[in-house]
């Protein structure tokens, strides 16, 4: 299992950039955004926890398709589902890299860009713990997402269509997470909360991504 | 010991094959004939176990099956090596010392796969069987786009693996030189009113 | 001979060697001359006080961000137009360079900031500007990264240059549009900078480091880009070495 | 090059909702940036014009990839490239079909979104009128960013790197135009630049996205 | 009549081919051979003009040439039919008659190009070329995965392209059965330190 998540990392490294992409994606929709809403910082500082939050699922859900189409374009994933690695770990392995290579990079930058949106000096800290227990949970249950559209053709819209509203809770307690961070109220439920989803997400979803990519290759 | 009682297989949800009995010893191999469409990747993948038979059954030894479909798996971005070492992971084994010299991809170690050839591409793909150390091998069309050497190359190896007590059950149209029985599955073309399919509830 | 000869690869090696050094030193003594002078030398500005002294990191690395691009366009140009490998490899030697100046800027700038507006980061059109030039640095960069084989991806580039700075002209005025500013004018850069007697204008005691820093940041930009494009041009011949002896 | 619009489109709806999906993406986007901010309608129907113009571009974005992608893949893209179609105008014709099945649709429906995030009543004619005249501008820059990381196996997310600065006078402008119906200012100029870009955009970017095409085929 | 004089090509930045002349003259076809890797995908790309060649001239009727590479470009989601149609529409023809027949794919007409086999995909990537009503053919590998009744079929439908004054130059492992010259590429290999290579100048 250590070798696929080895050869992911790898490949997304070899694709150039790997660990910069899903960052600089976004910091493109963080600097976007006050080109749409304006200039006015108090306006900006008061969306900046859900902006930061949208961004990052946006992240997240732009390299989903990735995760497995290519290994269904050239076999790859057939000839895995005949080995002996299980398939549920191999999901799991491809959740882990996704996130090392989209969620880490975003969660270690994301405090670094409070300022382009004002966000408030108190809500950094929160920022960082929201995204570090929750981003997981973003790559996992797209994973999913990626299993069930694997063989699709427009699989890029149609994913999307499917995982976002399965990011919903994730959405809603993180930037609620930052929120009461950034009002100065105690945040811990929001944060239990998505370190459950997490928890959850990483028991219980590497099933049924292997199921539904069994069906997929079928 | 493959053994293959009363399989049907279906593809798309129509019914492409009917009752294909068939046993390979061990050491022996098995040549899949007949025309286009007639269903020698269907019959692979369901012996394979990559999906489902309609009826019968497939019985070999436990975790001895590897299948190579028309479709290599090979990674653009990694070296020949690099996608070997990977499949010899995957399988828990090591990487054969000689592998690369059995398969004439020497030269191409540190080539990264996306800029091979077709048939350097094929050879590297086929190599994978080499690595990772399984008996029973199903194989579609395995020579496509290889040149008479490196089709010399694969059929001793491919000699070499039986002598050890493989089986191989290989979809083709060309001839491997390989002295081995053939089957041809147009006898047993799901007739058009078969039952099984997907669908055959509703009609 | 003709101009072009001094870019083929082997004579570009031969002339810059002694010309990277010299252009190395007199840039780092400028530099520290500029810097010393202006940080330690200098009295404090009546409204913005010691720090003003920023402005000898800022104002040269911000003009040297845009000129960077400016030089990529234009080696851009002539690999399009004449295919000299030495050109492409020095647009994409020069791009890294030219970030570097625009978060130079960007971080001075942000920390003048806090002093003079109350905030680190505002959204005025040139600040923005500068944001939306480091993203067409990456985007750049992240591009030559991606591709495998030189010549395509010095083409791919080349066109990316080409229409981004299209759209980079485009996006200042459209930023201008959208927001008025709490930044400067371009008071340096004005004709009258020195002599002029405007409020904004900057006095001669300011000016004089800042034009020998200005100076020191241009030879050092020389200076890194040749130095890169040498590495580059390394690194080409390594890769024709390794693929000559693979096929012998 | 008919045939060629005409096949994009049937396989667009070929391949399952064609037109539905960029809309639905649209759709989720407006709906996902409140459960982020939080429900305060002020705040809301201040950020609105922003939103629906980042919502947008986001949409656009997310199909790029597939513009040239699957014609890459199964060769259609290098035997188009050797066909008497000029590869111009195929390059054009990709960028239209892009359009009208995402910046169509989605300029179709913003407008019944706009209660969603509570958009100003003025601002509703200006919405309809800036996407109408400024979308065909992102599915044009879209599909020369498209252009030139087809082939690239992690093409998504640089492929988003590359195309959303160049997004980014759209954007504004975009924005801009409803924000300034929204306010009851004029914005006869905003959309005057808007449909200079997309007239600019379609003069010049069909050439350079067929050459970089050519590039990449080589 | 397609000329080619003193041709060099390369690929990924290392020269390939040296010096490859021949000549076709109309009604004539010509086999490409050599093993894998040494380049006859390289050559057939650069007669096609899908990329540039380092050195040497390539002429036969202006618009006249067409390639068939190892992909046939089939859209998975349009019918047999539709696939035809729309290269014949891209080309400015109509679809001819008798197409269908003459590849076997009668039957298939209204299914969807994803649901064939390998085999009846190759038929539909053939038939293109009996659409467009090109004269100068360049196939790599046309027969791959084709069945011995198909190869025939094609090799067929190739001799009466040739007999109507048509070009083809044919790069393939396996035998079609057509009375042409065949042209080994092995004594063209690019020497090592051939010139031209994308980063010879840095030498
Ligand atoms: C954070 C981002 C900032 C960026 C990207 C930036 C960019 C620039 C640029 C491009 C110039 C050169 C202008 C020219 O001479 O044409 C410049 C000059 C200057 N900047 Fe900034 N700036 C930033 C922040 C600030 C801040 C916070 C201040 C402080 C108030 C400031 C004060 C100045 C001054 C005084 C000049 C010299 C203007 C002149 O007289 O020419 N900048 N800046
Ligand atoms: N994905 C699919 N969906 C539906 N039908 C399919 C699919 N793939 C193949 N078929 C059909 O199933 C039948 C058997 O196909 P199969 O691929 O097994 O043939 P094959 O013997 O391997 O042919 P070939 O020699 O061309 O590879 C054919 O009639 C084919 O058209
Ligand atoms: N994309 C690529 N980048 C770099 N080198 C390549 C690329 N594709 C092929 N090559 C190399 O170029 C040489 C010629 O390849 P080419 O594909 O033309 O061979 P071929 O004669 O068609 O072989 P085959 O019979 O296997 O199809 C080979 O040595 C191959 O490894
Ligand atoms: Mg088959
Ligand atoms: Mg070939």
């Known amino acids: 299992m250590i070798a696929l998540l080895l050869r992911d990392l790898r490949l997304a490294v070899r694709a150039g950039g790997g660990f910069g992409l899903g960052l600089a994606f976004f910091l493109i929709v963080v600097v976007l955004v006050p080109f749409g809403v304006g200039p006015d910082t108090a306006l900006l500082s008061a969306i900046a926890p859900g902006i930061f939050w949208v961004a990052s699922l946006l992240a997240a859900l732009l390299s989903l398709d990735r995760i497995f189409a290519l290994d269904f374009e050239d076999g790859s994933l057939t000839l895995l589902a005949t080995s002996p690695l299980p398939f549920e770990g191999a999901a799991l392995m491809k959740a882990l890299a996704h996130w090392i290579t989209t969620g880490l990079p975003l969660t270690v930058a994301a405090p670094a860009l409070g300022f382009l949106l004002n966000l408030a000096p108190e809500a950094y800290v929160y920022l960082l713990l929201s995204l570090l227990l929750g981003t997981p949970a973003l790559s996992m249950i797209g994973t999913f997402g990626a299993g069930l559209t694997v063989g699709l053709r427009r699989g890029g819209l149609l994913l999307s269509l499917l995982v976002l509203p399965l990011y919903v809770p994730t959405l809603i307690f993180g930037a609620e997470a930052v929120r009461r961070g950034a009002d100065g109220l105690d945040p811990t439920g929001a944060l239990m909360l998505l370190a459950g989803i997490t928890v959850g997400g990483f028991a219980l979803l590497p099933f049924a991504t292997a199921a539904v990519l069994r069906i997929n290759l079928r | 010991m493959l053994q293959v009682r009363n399989l049907s297989c279906a593809r798309g949800g129509v019914p492409v094959l009917n009752a294909v009995s068939f046993d390979v010893a061990a050491g022996q191999a098995l040549i899949l004939r007949g025309p286009n469409g007639v269903g020698k990747t269907t019959l692979l993948r369901t012996l394979a176990g990559v999906q489902p038979a309609l009826d019968g059954t497939v019985d070999f030894p436990e975790e001895q099956g590897a299948y190579a479909s028309h479709a290599d798996g090979i990674k653009a971005a990694l070296s020949v090596t690099e996608n070997l070492v990977f499949w010899a992971e995957v399988y828990g084994g090591d990487l054969p010392d000689d592998i690369l010299e059995k398969f004439d991809l020497t030269d191409l170690r540190d080539r990264p796969g996306g800029t091979l050839s077709a048939g350097q591409k094929r050879r590297l793909g086929l190599a994978r069987l080499g690595v990772i150390g399984r008996k029973v091998l199903f194989l579609d069309e395995p020579t496509v786009s290889l040149d008479r050497f490196s089709v010399k190359l694969f059929a001793d190896w491919l000699r070499g693996h039986l002598a050890a ?39 | 001979m003709s101009i ?141 990264e991606a591709i495998e084989d030189p010549d395509t991806a010095a083409d791919l580039t080349a066109v990316l240059c080409m229409v981004g700075s299209v759209f980079a002209i485009l996006s200042r005025y459209a930023v201008l549009f959208w927001s008025q500013g709490l930044h400067q004018g371009a008071s340096v850069m004005r004709a009258g900078a020195v002599a002029g007697d405007t409020q904004e204008r900057v006095s001669n005691v300011f000016a004089v480091p800042l034009f020998i820093s200005i100076a020191g940041f241009v030879l050092l930009f020389v200076a890194l880009v040749l130095l890169r494009t040498r590495t580059e041009i390394r690194a080409r011949r390594m890769r024709a070495l390794e693929a000559r002896m693979r096929r012998a």
């Open chain 2, 165 to 203: 007590g493989g089986i191989a059950v290989i979809a083709t149209h060309i001839d491997l030189g390989l002295d081995a029985p053939e089957l041809d599955l147009t006898p047993y073309r799901a007739a058009p009113d078969a039952h099984g399919g997907s669908d055959e509830a509703f009609l």
């Open chain 3, 4 to 144: 072009w000869e001094y870019a083929n690869p082997k004579k570009f090696m031969g002339w810059t060697g002694p010309v990277l050094t010299w252009t190395f030193i007199l840039g780092g003594v400028s530099l520290a001359v500029g810097l010393v002078w202006g940080f330690f030398f200098t009295p404090d500005d009546f409204r913005q006080g010691s720090t003003v002294k920023i402005i000898y990191l800022h104002v040269p690395a911000a003009l040297m961000a845009i000129n960077a691009w400016i030089m990529m366009l234009v080696a851009s140009l002539i690999w399009v137009v004449r295919r000299h490998h030495v050109s492409a490899l020095a647009a994409r030697a020069a791009a890294p360079v030219g970030m570097t100046m625009t978060l130079i800027a960007l971080f001075t700038g942000a920390i003048w900031g806090q002093p003079m507006w109350g905030t680190y980061w505002a959204w005025d059109p040139r600040l923005t500007s500068f944001l939306i030039l480091f993203l067409f640095y990456l985007g750049y960069i992240a591009l030559w």
